[in-house]
Every structure is written in structure tokens, then in C-alpha cells.
């Protein structure tokens, strides 16, 4: 068995042979494993001698004469202290009548300051300080503080390990869990950063969509529980504009798609807003309480590079597409990417009337009244009679009206029209859904196993 080639050596560098017929101690050292928990906190770790902080510490690199000046002039400073504290000397007088009462004990003193440079392990602190805040120690800091902090000390620790005992350096492995415990989200995506510097190989498990998000797609693997067994999935082979559109779609903004049950992709913001509405009307629940996350596309162009990686993953998947030109192209890009069976993909789709979009679709349906109310509710009572006037419109058709004024207003009116709509009841007197999005959610339900009455 041979040793590892360390940060400081080139990949293709010769390895250093640890000679032994079986396994010694000094195999074992050449994997360096550190586990990481959730509950890491600095403050605990400063108080254990054989913590990574107290191995730290212990290595003081300095020479012997250093080290007895040192605690020479702790002495004296605690001598110091006490002479001219009255407290301090009163204390110690009391303490000296402890003798009186124990015959084992010949002095009872007191050091206001470690006697031994050894105990500096115990007595050093870590100071904190905002930008225009006081300087605290770090046992005033919350949890995250202190649990980033003890990320930071590991990265320390792990830097000095190659090549110290041995001539070869070890390997370094560090499993990191659920690094984002007790971090504000804004520092879930910085402490993905930190850890890609640190030394060595890293396993990280989290439940974080924005740790998720910040890690290479092909660095990523799902373990799923089935029928107890443990199934792992990862992303297949693509071609770097794919994992370019992929980032963008998936990971960055949408990185709990790799969390979901079920992923359901709409063509534009739109949908994205109004898709929620009729989802919690038709479960009673919000969609993420489904385990379903819903994806806006921008176009259905974008997504088959994430359709891709679905089903690399095992994640079920649904699409909401238009009927136009654009929605056609999109799904033939699916079936191109998957070059999977017709049946499947046709499946997973549900495709709006041909030549309409989504507002098109929501007027033919005859949601006129309900489509007005959402946009005086939002909008406000005059806002179309204030559209017709400006936009100096000709026609009286009021679907017409309400399909440009829609188009116009892309990306905002979805839930407020949404909400309008399943506001009104259905024959069977339940909240009122648009055909082609009741077939979509019924599917939802197939796919999640979902029993309805």
C-alpha cells in the first residue's frame, strides 16, 4: 500500500511504499477521516484537549526557553493581579482556611492567569467583532457562528496534517453533515464555497436547496429508501451548454427540484404563479407539502437538459406546455433528449389546445368573469377600462380585450386570476379548475400515489 500525493505535490507524483504484510498503524494513516456532525459548535471543541482545536494548540512550534519565558511572565502578571486586587486578595485569605479544615492540603492558591503554557489550550479564546459592533468572545455568538467557526478550524487543521509524522501525505477525507445547521441562507451559499477549498475529498449530506444549488450537478447524488433497500442516482454524461442551461434552471434557483417527489415545469412566470394557486386548491395543501416543486422554464426550450437529469435521478416529472410553435418545439427537444418511448413522454405532458398559450387557453374556457375579477382585484375596478383608452383598442370583443391586456401584464396577474377562478365553485360545488390543469394535477396524483375521494 502506498501513501497519497499531498496538496503540495503534483497528482502524477510517485507515491511513498509503507512496507508491512498486514495492516499497521501507519496504514491506517494514510486516510485522515473526520466526520463533521450537525451539531459542531467551537465552544465545545475549545474545552476538550483532543478536539481539532486542542491538536491545534498543541503544536505551538516554540522552542523550549521561549515557552519557559512565557510562563514566567503569567506568573508574574498573576502575582500582579493579585497584590493589587482587593477582591482577589481577600478571596485568597479565605482560601487559605481551607487548609485549616483539610490536613491533606499543605497551600490553597489562586492564578487569575494560566500557570503552564499547556493550559493556554483551555484558556485561549476566539474574538469576534461586526462592523460597527463590540468585540465578543465566541461563546456570544449564536450557533452558526459558532458552527462555521468550527468549519474554519477544521480547514485549519486538515491544512496542517500532510507530512507531518510521515513522508508521505495522508489521504483527506472529511464528511461534512447538513453544513448549512443553523446558517442563514445567504451563508448556506457561502459555506458551499468554503468547503470546495478545503484540502482533500469531501462528503457532504444536507437537506439544503441552497447547498444543493452550489454544488456541481455531476458531484451530486441522491440516495433514496425503497422497500429496504438504498438506491443511489446520479446525473448522466452532457454537454457543457446543457450543464450551462441546466445551473441556470435547475441547481442555482431551483435547487430543491433534486429534493422533490415530483417536479411540474411551466412555460413562463405566469404559470409559475398560478400553478400554486390551483394545486392547493386541488389538494387542501400547498404543492411543497406534496413534495412537488414547480419550475418556471422561461421557455420549454430550456428544459431538457433538466428533464434529463430527472430521470437520471429517478425524480418523476410532469410539463405543462403551450399549444403553439414554441410548446411543439419544446416537446420534441424532450423526446430528443430522452429518446425514450412516445407513450412515456406523451404521459408526462399535457399540452394546452393547439395554437394557444396560456392566457389564450384561460379565456376560451369561459373564465371571463372570473378573469375580470382577478384583475380588479389586483389591478384595480378601472384597469380596463384605463387599458382600452390607452392602448386606444378599436374592437369591443371582450375576450380579446382581456387576452392583450393579459399578454401585457405577463408574470403578474397569475395567482390573482388563479385565485379568482377557484373561487367559483364547480358543479360538484369544489373549487373551480381549468381542464387541462385538473388532468395535470391528476396525474400529480398518479405519480405521487395521491388517493382521492
Not at 236 to 256: H, N, T, V, W
Not at 386 to 407: H, N, P, Q, Y
Amino acid at each position: 500500500m502506498g501513501g497519497w500525493p499531498g496538496p503540495s505535490r503534483s497528482i502524477d507524483s510517485v507515491a511513498t511504499p509503507v512496507p508491512g504484510t498486514g495492516v499497521t498503524d501507519r496504514h491506517l494513516t494514510l486516510i485522515s477521516l473526520t466526520l463533521l456532525q450537525a451539531d459542531r459548535d467551537l465552544l465545545a471543541s475549545m474545552r476538550r484537549r483532543t478536539s481539532r482545536w486542542g491538536r491545534l494548540l498543541t503544536q505551538r512550534d516554540l522552542a523550549t526557553e521561549m515557552e519557559e519565558d512565557i510562563e514566567n511572565r503569567l506568573q508574574e502578571l498573576s502575582e500582579f493581579v493579585l497584590d493589587n486586587s482587593p477582591v482577589f486578595g481577600r478571596l485568597r485569605d479565605r482560601l487559605d482556611e481551607v487548609q485549616q479544615a483539610m490536613a491533606t492540603v499543605e497551600r490553597v492558591e489562586i492564578a487569575p492567569f494560566p500557570s503552564r503554557i499547556d493550559d493556554l489550550t483551555t484558556a485561549t479564546n476566539v474574538m469576534m467583532t461586526g462592523p460597527h459592533g463590540p468585540r465578543l468572545p465566541i461563546r456570544m455568538q449564536g450557533l452558526g457562528g459558532r458552527s462555521l467557526a468550527e468549519l474554519m478550524v477544521y480547514r485549519a487543521f486538515a491544512a496542517e496534517l500532510p507530512g507531518r509524522e510521515e513522508p508521505h501525505s495522508p489521504h483527506i477525507l472529511a464528511c461534512f453533515e447538513e453544513p448549512e445547521a443553523h446558517l442563514h441562507p445567504q451563508a448556506q451559499l457561502a459555506v458551499m464555497r468554503i468547503i470546495n477549498q478545503m484540502p482533500g475529498q469531501h462528503i457532504v449530506t444536507t437537506h439544503s436547496p441552497q447547498i444543493a444549488g452550489e454544488a456541481d450537478i455531476n458531484q451530486v447524488r441522491l440516495f433514496r429508501s425503497s422497500g429496504g433497500e438504498v438506491t443511489v442516482s446520479r446525473s448522466g454524461s452532457m454537454f457543457e451548454d446543457e450543464r450551462i442551461k441546466l445551473q441556470r434552471l435547475a441547481e442555482r434557483p431551483y435547487g430543491q427540484v433534486l429534493f422533490s417527489r415530483l417536479v411540474i415545469i411551466g412555460e413562463g412566470a405566469t404559470e409559475r404563479a398560478a400553478l400554486p394557486v390551483f394545486a392547493r386548491a386541488h389538494w387542501g395543501i400547498d404543492a411543497s407539502g406534496r413534495g412537488v416543486t414547480l419550475v418556471d422554464a422561461g421557455s420549454l426550450g430550456n428544459v431538457a437538459p433538466l428533464i434529463g437529469l430527472l430521470e437520471n435521478l429517478g425524480i418523476p416529472w410532469l410539463v405543462l406546455a403551450d399549444g403553439d410553435k414554441g410548446g411543439r418545439d419544446g416537446i420534441k427537444a424532450i423526446k430528443r433528449r430522452l429518446k425514450g418511448s412516445a407513450t412515456h413522454i406523451a404521459d408526462r405532458v399535457v399540452r394546452l389546445p393547439d395554437g394557444q398559450d396560456f392566457e389564450e387557453y384561460l379565456v376560451s374556457q369561459g373564465f371571463q368573469s372570473a378573469i375580470k375579477q382577478g384583475i380588479a382585484d389586483l389591478y384595480g375596478e378601472e384597469a380596463l377600462a384605463d387599458f382600452v383608452t390607452s392602448s386606444r383598442m378599436s374592437t369591443v370583443d371582450e375576450g380579446a380585450l382581456l387576452i392583450k391586456f393579459l399578454s401585457k401584464k405577463k408574470g403578474t396577474y397569475g395567482a390573482a386570476v388563479a385565485e379568482a377562478i377557484v373561487s367559483t365553485q364547480n358543479d360538484m360545488e369544489g373549487p373551480l379548475i381549468p381542464e387541462r390543469i385538473a388532468d395535470l394535477l391528476n396525474r400529480a396524483d398518479r405519480l405521487l400515489g395521491v388517493d382521492r375521494l
